[in-house]
């Protein structure tokens, strides 16, 4: 639906991309993947909606599994001496993954079992959130400021571009673009931020 509801939904887009502005590179960084883990969140309960028809039993269980994979990624994070390499590799891993979901909706879902729909759906739901979880440590070390502040503003990063990611994964990307366009533009907008990462280093 057009008309009054396109500048209603434009206008909190706007307030949004605003934080882009004042951030440095490793908050730009954590944006995007928060914009894209919310991004892929919500085309995995496309996806399960479409499979078992009925995402409301299963809804809480699905944010369950994903707070879940970020905790382990944050653990993970934290168990390893990370660098600006684990950084840059995580960005990138990200990328691959946003080019590879497509390929879930390829998989015959017409042919799988709920048991084996299960089985292929919690681990691709993990490794974004595991992915998130890892990039938000390597982001607080990597960030040019005390551990602090560094914490608070990768987080505020984080919950920006999240927020953002649901409204235009839903409302904009989605419709407008299909599934499988979406998904490689979320590649490209994580490709882009690793190499605007490895720039700045330089």
């Not at 839903?170 to 994580?190: E, H």
Request: hydrophobic share 55%; glycine share 10%.
């Amino acid at each position: 639906f057009f008309g009054r509801n396109f500048i209603m939904m434009a206008i909190p887009v706007i307030l949004l991309l605003l934080p882009l502005l004042l951030m440095n590179p490793v908050s730009t960084g954590m944006y995007v993947t928060g914009f894209t883990a919310s991004s892929s969140e919500i085309l995995l309960i496309f996806w399960f909606q479409t499979v078992f028809g009925n995402v409301y039993s299963a809804i809480g269980l699905i944010f369950a599994i994903f707070m879940g994979g970020l905790a382990v990624g944050s653990v993970a994070g934290n168990r390893i001496k990370t660098s600006g390499k684990h950084h840059f590799a995580g960005q990138i891993f990200l990328a691959i993954y946003m080019l590879m979901l497509p390929l879930l909706w390829k998989s015959g879902t017409g042919q799988l079992s709920d048991f084996s729909a299960w089985l292929l759906f919690i681990p691709v739901l993990l490794v974004p959130s595991l992915l998130t979880g890892f990039l938000y440590v390597t982001s607080t070390l990597q960030y040019p400021s005390d551990r602090l502040n560094a914490a608070s503003s990768i987080y505020a990063a984080d919950l920006w571009g999240s927020a953002l990611g649901v409204i235009l994964i839903t409302f904009i990307l989605v419709p407008v673009f299909g599934v499988q366009m979406s998904c490689l533009l979320l590649a490209g907008l994580n490709g882009l931020s690793a190499l605007f990462l490895l720039l700045s280093r330089k």
